[in-house]
C-alpha cells in the first residue's frame, strides 16, 4: 500500500472518531440534563433550609432572641423576603443582660427581616415576666415600632383575673397593654364564658 493511500487511511479513521466523540458529549450532556432540578420559579423555593434548629439571633449587634424549632427556611427572592418557620417554634426575647423578658409560642411564623416585622399564627401563647399569658390566633411584633398587635381575639390571663376582647396593643415586653374592644372580664376560678357565643355577640 502507497504511503498516501495509508495517509488518507488515517485521516478517515481520526474523522469518524472525532465524529464519535461529539456524538458520545451530546448524549452525555442531553443526559445530564434530566437530572438537572427544574424550578419553574426560584422564588417558591427557599434559599435555605436547615432543621433541628437552636440558635441565637441578634439585633443591632446585641443577642435579643433565642430561636428553637424544627425547621427553618428563607425565602431570599421574593419582593418581601422572610424566614419561615412552618413546624412550630418557641422563642425567648432577651436584655441586654440576657435574661429572658418574654416567652412566646406559636404554631408557624414569619420573619420579614428587611422590615423586621414577625407574623405568628396558629395557637399564638406569649408569657411575660409577671407570668400574665396572652393567647391568640394571630400577633404581629414590629421591632422598629417596638410594638406587638392584633386584631383577632384575644384571652389574657393577668393574676386572678380573665380579661378578653379583640385588638390588642403592646409594648415589646408585654408590661403595658391594652385590649381595645373588651367582652368579658371574670375571675380566673369562675367558668368562661362560650367564646362562639362571645364572636355572636361581637358581630351584633
Known sequence: ????????????????????????????????????????????VPGMYTDSVTTLI????????????????????VKDPYWYFPKKVYFER????LKTESLVYCDTARYFYNRKVWELRKNVRLI?????????????????QQRIYSDSFIRIEQGSQVIS?????????????NIFNVVANFPL???E???????ADAAK
Do not use: H
Not at 441578634?58 to 428563607?74: A, H, K, L, Q
Not at 376582647?165 to 397593654?177: A, I
Not at 364564658?193 to 364572636?199: E, F, H, Q
Open 58 to 77: 441578634s439585633d443591632s449587634g446585641r443577642v435579643r432572641y433565642r430561636v428553637i424549632t424544627e425547621v427553618w427556611d428563607v425565602f431570599d427572592k
Open 128 to 144: 411575660n415576666l409577671k407570668g400574665d399569658k396572652f393567647e391568640t390566633s394571630l400577633l404581629y411584633w414590629d421591632q422598629n
Open 1 to 44: 500500500m502507497s504511503e498516501r493511500k495509508l495517509k488518507n487511511r488515517l485521516n478517515i479513521v481520526g474523522a469518524l472518531g472525532v465524529i464519535l466523540l461529539m456524538f458520545l458529549f451530546a448524549t452525555c450532556s442531553s443526559d445530564k440534563k434530566d437530572f438537572l432540578p427544574r424550578f419553574k420559579d426560584r422564588k417558591a
Open 189 to 191: 376560678d369562675s367558668a
Open 94 to 97: 432577651l436584655n441586654d443582660s
Open 193 to 199: 364564658p362560650d367564646p362562639t357565643k362571645m364572636d
Open 165 to 177: 376582647g379583640y385588638g390588642f396593643e403592646s409594648n415589646q415586653t408585654l408590661t403595658k397593654y
